[in-house]
């Protein structure tokens, strides 16, 4: 088994949270966002803060997020806030499972959820207008879970302690 630092973290700050969401939100605005492979930030941003602060980030939070995505792609109504709702109640869910992994067994726990937001998307796209956008759509979902131990490292940097020496301490 590998031997990893233990960090105490501090308390998170709900204004990084409310910035790093709106950040992500931005992100997705890019122009880039209709090329394939490029994650969807904000699905990737919600599940980890579903995943490290549940009581801070549920349902309500992605619902909202969701409903602000689909005015900014001009979708249906409700496609991303369905997709994004769901995601952050199995994030919920799993959440004090996926804790308990190392940083690529906690992406292949990511994957699953975030695979099932884009299917949840494709079906509601595929019901109102029936075009399907082809099998490289789902890599997504693979970009975004190899990107999460890089959007772990960035979210939990500033809640992180500087390793102290003090070896008369407890803690």
Same mark, same amino acid.
């Given at each position: ?7 105490? !973290? ?24 209709? =090329? ?12 980890? =803060? ?8 549920? *349902?309500g ?5 969701? !409903? ?23 994030? *919920?869910? *799993?959440?004090? &499972? ?14 699953p959820?975030?695979?099932?937001a884009? *299917? ?7 019901a ?17 879970a ?6 772990? =490292?960035?979210?939990l940097?500033?809640? &992180? ?11």
């Amino acid at each position: 088994m590998m031997d990893r630092p233990h960090y105490i !973290l501090l308390p998170v700050n709900p204004l990084f949270i409310a910035a790093t969401v709106i950040g992500a939100f931005l992100m997705n605005l890019l122009p880039w966002g209709q =090329w394939i492979g490029v994650p969807d930030f904000v699905a990737l941003v919600l599940v980890f =803060w579903s995943i490290h602060q549940p009581r801070k980030v549920g *349902i309500g939070i992605a619902f909202l997020m969701g !409903l602000l995505m689909d005015v900014h792609d001009a979708n249906l109504l409700g496609q991303h806030a369905l997709a994004y709702t769901l995601l952050s109640y199995f994030a *919920i869910m *799993i959440h004090r &499972r996926v804790l308990w992994f190392p940083m690529t067994t906690q992406a292949l726990h990511i994957f699953p959820l975030l695979l099932l937001a884009q *299917i949840v998307q494709l079906v509601v796209r595929l019901a109102v207008s029936g075009k399907f956008p082809g099998w490289l759509y789902f890599t997504e979902s693979v970009v975004a879970a190899a990107l999460w131990p890089v959007a772990t =490292w960035a979210l939990l940097a500033p809640q &992180r302690r500087a390793i102290d020496r003090d070896d008369t301490r407890p803690i």
